[in-house]
């Protein structure tokens, strides 16, 4: 296909929101597998096209890298399949391509998680590669060395970047000294630093069985997984103690960053604080976002800012809980001219927001779509796995999907009008603008950035 | 805090998953297809592995077909058939069917126009009622046409004004295509875009949107029988209208290569991208279609390919290396080939280094190996094709609003596994020839110096 336009962007914020939109999820049967070492994976087993999903993700991510080390994590995701066992990369990589398989790993904040796809008939090569990658993993120096080149490309690239400017800016803004105001990808400085020594403890360090949470989706019994299960995490230490990042408050409290880049169109972020995953308003924050901007074409926001004045491709909002913080944040981006309408915009609906709540049909309009469209995001295998590794992460229980869309369903207009009070404050929202903005006044200094 | 995006590895993947988007095994999605007597083609796609159904329709327009001086109206029309009908209110389209738990969206290329919703299976009724009312009825007043226009000027921005390599790519198809088209963004030049009224959009749907000239699809948890008797109901009674016959101006002889230099103060790393005119599934030597996807995997699918080795590994030239052939249009195909050049190493060596890499690929070309390996994982990509709800609808629809057949999208397996070295080495020779060519590079320009 040519350069496709879609009618609306992907997702719109830097910051990823709430993993899971959801709903009568009875067609769904998760099966908890524990092998004979005692490691344990859900499975939904679907043999309606021969291949296997795996997804898993051991707690603590970015976050957990040391001051000084940032992009730790993120060096070990590039270099785990990039030569393992008796294998160098060439090598290693040569065997994925000719059994077709996908395997690669990634870093999060709060995570280190890895995904493997592979056709049935290549099943057992496939978890031996994911096997070696993760218990045998080289971390050979010409390795080392070409994907740190890769990494401060990357980190070039994302130094011009209006969105990844204003992530930044954003959490350095929210988080400070924080390992959450800290870059997961490093900067130049702080990669060229990593030493061998460092990757090759890393392993040891952070792949542990009492961080580990598994979901496997597709061709595969129970009774087949097991032993995979033991030859790929069963000889992983078994502990690694909970993981030691503190709580922060983030520090937003209705500042205007701008940054100035010469680009037409200001790219703006803006957050206050949020609510946890654990908090008992979540659903109900949850619910009230969805309808306010979170809902794509339907929201409010998308109403006044795009629909009614043409000020934005796309704007909208996401509840963002990490483990150990939490934000409330969204995204615009508008041509320089307009870009303090924009902001005006989103203000007045903020502490509209607060002030109202929703109107009867929004709340309702809301349920039925956040009920009834959970399965339509679920559309393969790795994506189901990916639920059934997010759930566990969540603690949200094995019996979640039968669970969930009661949560969603209880929720009332004296729910959110309290939830509104409670959250919403547009005298905290704190608005990040990139570009050259006309009508919109710095009221903080712009931190300084680190390539 | 953003979620960590590796540069190399995902791009590669990239690559091949694209591969897939064109594909598939021996019955690969089994579609069932049949007319209906106004001349609507319709497909059906069954996967019963969950109660969800996605509609699309696939209208055989696209910018391509942009009338003189109004580029960026197919898109436009696209964004205003969600603006009302004579029953639907502006934006309760995509209300109502967020409101019954499911998302819709669509998008616009140079050959079609597609629109598509994703729904619990038993609200396949209600989508297939809203999208025949707007095949026929599209009712768009003055004041929301207003607003859009401004919207897709801001898409514009946010897709390419804001984007330097975006830029250079426009600025590449408008070089590589003399007279074509495909030379002109489907989003539109801005002065243009600012020009489009509603008269150009009504005119433009009654030209082109018609159910003789589209095609449905519906693949999910449906059986054929029920969408012969929803499409019966809903779409039979639209009458059949004549449309224009798509016949575009045809590219001059090319007689001289062309380079372009974009310097921006907003690029870190220089990048060169070169882009080769290419026959296509359906136009030109369309006998090298097939071999020309082998020789794009010999090239780049996967670190063991021939350019990453070379380039990335073995030499150390590159950060990245890339080969792209794109042979689902209408009309012409393009090869791409590119890449980043290590910190050190002059734009204009890397650009040596591919050409010999292609001079060698024309003096000794492929081996008998290669050609297995690359055949061996495009046929695998097809396995994997199945393994998402949308894949299917996807790969059919591009086929046929380009005028392939389903037969050639189910035996593409076949057609791969067919192609032998010597039709690889013909290819090559077909497609490499540098007046075909556009050379871009991508530099960073002097930066003001602070004092």
């Known amino acids: 296909m040519r350069a496709l336009i879609r009618f609306i962007a992907a997702p719109l914020l830097l910051i990823l929101v709430a993993a899971f939109a959801p709903s009568a999820i009875a067609a769904v049967a998760i099966e908890r597998v524990v092998s004979a070492k005692g490691v344990e994976a859900w499975l939904v087993r679907d043999a309606s096209v021969p291949v296997i999903s795996v997804q898993f993700a051991f707690r603590g991510g970015s976050a957990l890298d040391p001051v000084g080390k940032e992009g730790l994590s993120n060096l070990v995701a590039g270099l785990l399949d990039e030569g393992a066992g008796n294998l160098d990369s060439q090598a290693f990589q040569r065997r994925i391509e000719d059994n077709s398989v996908s395997l690669s790993f990634d870093s999060s904040v709060d995570s280190f998680s890895g995904s493997l796809r592979t056709l049935k008939r290549n099943e057992a090569t496939a978890f031996d590669l994911l096997r070696l990658a993760l218990n045998e993993p080289r971390f050979d120096a010409p390795a080392i060395e070409k994907v740190k080149t890769q990494t401060r490309a990357w980190l070039s690239g994302a130094a011009e970047n209006p969105r990844r400017i204003a992530g930044r800016v954003l959490s350095i803004a929210a988080f400070g000294e924080h390992p959450y105001g800290r870059p997961g990808e490093g900067t130049r400085a702080t990669v060229e630093r990593l030493t061998r020594d460092d990757l090759t403890a890393f392993p040891k360090q952070r792949f542990a069985r009492d961080r580990l949470v598994i979901g496997v989706v597709g061709d595969i019994t129970a009774a087949d997984l097991r032993p995979r299960l033991d030859a790929v995490f069963g000889d992983l230490p078994a502990s690694a103690g909970p993981v030691a990042v503190a709580d922060v408050a983030p520090a937003l409290n209705g500042q205007v960053f701008v940054i100035d880049k010469k680009i037409p169109q200001s790219v703006v972020n803006f957050a206050q604080g949020g609510l946890s995953r654990q908090d008992p308003d979540y659903y109900i924050a949850y619910v009230m976002n969805q309808a306010f901007g979170g809902g794509g074409l339907t929201s409010r926001l998308m109403e006044e800012v795009r629909e009614k004045r043409g000020l934005a491709y796309g704007v909208s909002t996401g509840l963002a809980p990490y483990d150990h913080s939490a934000l409330y944040s969204g995204s615009v981006a508008t041509q320089n001219d307009r870009v303090g309408e924009s902001i005006d915009i989103i203000r007045k609906e903020w502490a509209n927001l607060r002030a109202n709540g929703l109107t009867d049909a929004e709340l309702a309009d809301a349920k039925t779509y956040l009920t009834g469209s959970f399965l339509t995001n679920i559309d393969s295998t790795g994506r189901m796995a990916s639920l059934l590794v997010g759930i566990q992460l969540e603690n949200l229980g094995i019996d979640y999907l039968d669970r969930r869309n009661g949560f969603i369903e209880a929720v009332t207009m004296a729910d959110v009008r309290r939830v509104a009070q409670r959250l919403v404050d547009p005298a905290k929202l704190t608005f990040i603008v990139v570009g050259q903005p006309r009508g919109v006044a710095a009221t903080a200094p712009t931190p300084n950035l680190e390539d | ?451």
Do not use: C
């Open chain 2, 1 to 451: 805090m953003n979620p960590r995006t590796f540069p190399m590895r995902a791009a590669l993947l990239t690559a091949v998953l694209l591969l897939v988007a064109g594909t598939a095994r021996a019955a690969v999605f089994d579609p069932k297809t049949f007319d209906l007597p106004n001349g609507l083609k319709v497909v059906v796609i069954e996967n019963h592995r969950l109660p969800v159904v996605t509609q699309m329709v696939w209208y055989k327009v696209g910018a391509a077909d942009d009338p003189a001086g109004k580029s960026g109206l197919a898109h436009f029309l696209e964004h205003l058939m969600f603006r009302g009908t004579g029953e639907i209110a502006p934006g309760e389209f995509s209300r109502i069917v967020a409101r019954n738990g499911g998302r819709d969206n669509a998008f616009t290329s140079w050959d079609y126009t597609a629109y598509h919703q994703t729904v619990a299976a038993d609200r396949l009724e209600l989508v297939m009622k809203l999208e025949s009312d707007r095949m026929a009825n599209l009712s768009i007043t003055e004041n929301v046409v207003a607003p859009e226009r401004e919207v897709i000027i801001e898409e514009r921005r946010s897709r390419t004004d804001n984007n330097p390599a975006s830029l250079l790519n426009e600025q590449m198809n408008a070089s590589l295509f003399l007279n074509h088209p495909y030379r002109i963004p489907v989003i539109g030049w801005q002065h243009e875009m600012a020009t489009l009224t509603q008269a150009d959009a009504l005119d433009f749907y009654r030209r082109h949107y018609a159910p003789n000239n589209a095609i449905l699809i519906v693949s999910g948890d449906v059986t054929v029988d029920q969408v012969r008797a929803l499409a019966a109901k809903y779409y039979a009674p639209i009458p059949r209208r004549d449309v224009v016959k798509r016949a575009r101006l045809r590219e001059p002889l090319h007689v001289a290569s062309r380079r372009l230099v974009l310097e921006s103060e907003r690029v870190r790393e220089p990048r060169l991208t070169r882009e080769y005119l290419a026959p296509s599934y359906t136009t030109g030597d369309t006998q090298h279609a097939y071999a020309l996807q082998v020789l794009e995997t010999i090239l780049s699918g996967g670190a063991t390919s021939r350019l990453h080795r070379k380039l990335v590994e073995e030499d150390k030239m590159a950060v990245s290396v890339y080969a792209s052939y794109e042979p689902s249009a209408l009309d012409y195909g393009t090869f791409a080939i590119g890449g980043q050049p290590r910190g050190d190493v002059a734009l204009v060596k890397l650009e040596e280094a591919i050409d010999l890499e292609i001079a060698r690929l024309l003096k000794d070309g492929v081996t008998a190996e290669e050609v297995a390996r690359a055949k061996n994982q495009l046929v695998s990509s097809a396995d994997y094709a199945r393994d998402s709800l949308r894949r299917g609808a996807m790969s059919i629809g591009t086929a046929l609003a380009i005028g392939m057949s389903v037969e050639q999208v189910e035996t593409w397996p076949q057609r791969i596994g067919a192609v032998t070295p010597e039709q690889v080495n013909a290819a090559a020779r077909n497609v490499f020839n540098i007046v075909n060519s556009v050379t871009g590079a991508l530099v960073p320009a002097p930066r003001p110096s602070r004092s």
